[in-house]
DNA sequence: ATCCTTGCAAAACGTTTGCACCTCA
DNA sequence: TGAGGTGCAAACGTTTTGCAAGGAT
């Protein structure tokens, strides 16, 4: 039986007490998306697949999400985390980045570049236009480019 | 009195011996670089800023120096070369950059962009292109773009 | 002589691993 | 029940720090 915990999806429809098992819930949707990518639905996987199931898309660090989930009174270890993590990265849920030294877990799995918040380190992503760059020297003799990222460092205006 | 050790620039010009604080040699150049950037030079720095110093700019890890000053039978220790990049960083002589979550300290300190070589995390610096980038999108509202940052993943051609 | 720099060792930090227990299908 | 996921604690590699000794001006 899934005893499955109740973590918050970070605001929004805190009042309503997770039930157990219910389809059609998000919690139900978590769990069927693990399935779909082949995970066994764990009680961890699906409360951290529903932590990052917010209707935007998320960036979050190991660290970051070890400290959401006990807030949200899961229960998860850090090692589970990084499991977990690694997991669903390679199972196609989340793709993992880094900025600054900083790794990052990406819910946005599509290519896509990225804004870099140069006061918070916060990262945004860039809505997904097809950029075209100008000017690009060749790579070098022997080698072939395979991908091109982009960081657009920001700041806040005054 | 400054007892000089021989750190080997990298390749060429390995035949001639270091002199003691002769005038117009490597040695020499690199302590009046550290003096110009406000720096003591002692004969840790000077040794580093030699290696540092090939005719070709260069992409180091504190690691990889520290292992690379050992060969060329620099005494320096593991925290003096963490000590020294980040000296020789605030003093504008070196800049740090990450690539996939690894630190690298960049002897080129112009704004450029940069290669990364998938098989062997290598860094290349670019040609300084002036490059457009077309079809950007603006920053997030509130924001402003204050730099951007580009690097084209190669992979060697077979 | 004074300040700054260095080196050592230990601490801090984030991440990984080994292994016993537990859970899911 | 068996395959495999989890948790704990310890290992790990890298970077930082505290402090005493040494060097530079």
Redesign the interface.
């Known amino acids: 039986m899934s005893e499955q915990r109740s973590p918050q999806p970070t605001g929004a429809e805190r009042s309503r007490p997770a039930r157990r098992g219910l389809r059609g819930c998000p919690a139900s949707e978590a769990r069927d998306r693990l399935v779909s990518a082949g995970l066994r639905p764990t009680a961890q996987r699906c409360a951290i697949a529903w932590l990052l199931n917010g209707p935007k898309h998320r960036h979050v660090t190991p660290e970051g999400l070890y400290q959401e989930a006990s807030k949200a009174r899961v229960s998860v270890s850090q090692s589970s985390i990084y499991n977990i993590l690694r997991q669903f990265t390679e199972a196609g849920l989340l793709r993992q980045r ?1 900025f ?4 990052i877990y990406d819910t946005d799995v599509s290519d896509h570049q990225h ?1 870099l ?2 006061e918070t380190q916060e990262v ?1 992503n ?2 997904g ?9 060749s ?2 003799e ?16 005054r």
């Open positions: 880094t600054r030294g900083l790794v804004f918040v140069e945004i860039m809505p236009t097809p950029m075209r760059v100008g000017g690009l020297p790579a070098p022997g080698y072939e480019i395979v991908g091109v990222e982009l960081i657009a460092r920001v700041r806040s205006k």
